[in-house]
């Protein structure tokens, strides 16, 4: 049987990125991402919607993330959903669904340089092109 787990998400840095090491060295950041939907009600009022992900990337992705991103960045997030779950001090069990970053592309051009695109196979890098963007 096929399965495919994967999602695209465009949106603006919600904050700075949280940078912290595994015990084994392996670093990992983690960024919150927010997503604008905007529609018209039946009655003709427009409403805004802002819909959170957590994202997360590990290793050399995980340091460019932390290098690069600030709160407002425009970014791109390819991943696949990951949702895990640990029982609370309450006894009481929480969930929490975080994506898990494949490509994460830098839309807007920082001060110093151009938009880039940034992978965790360090296959990634140079100008975001029109064509990049997957849709």
């Known amino acids: 049987m096929v399965s495919l ?25 983690s960024f919150k991402v927010a997503t604008n939907w905007v529609y018209n009600t039946p009655e003709g009022e427009r409403k805004q919607e802002t819909e959170w992900f957590t994202v997360v ?27 895990r779950s640990w029982e609370g001090q309450d006894s009481v069990k929480h969930y929490r669904t975080e994506v898990i970053a494949s490509r994460v592309t ?18 990634g890098g140079g100008e975001l092109e029109p064509e990049d963007i997957p849709f």
């Open 57 to 83: 990337a590990w290793n050399k992705l995980a340091e460019q993330c932390n290098q690069f991103l600030s709160k407002g960045r425009l970014v791109y997030v390819e991943g696949r959903l990951r949702t």
């Open 5 to 29: 787990n994967k999602v695209m998400i465009i949106g603006n840095v919600g904050g700075e990125p949280e940078m912290r090491y595994t015990p084994s060295g392996h670093p990992v950041t």
């Open 106 to 123: 830098f839309l807007e051009k920082a001060s110093a340089g151009s938009g880039m695109d940034a992978r965790d196979d360090d296959n």
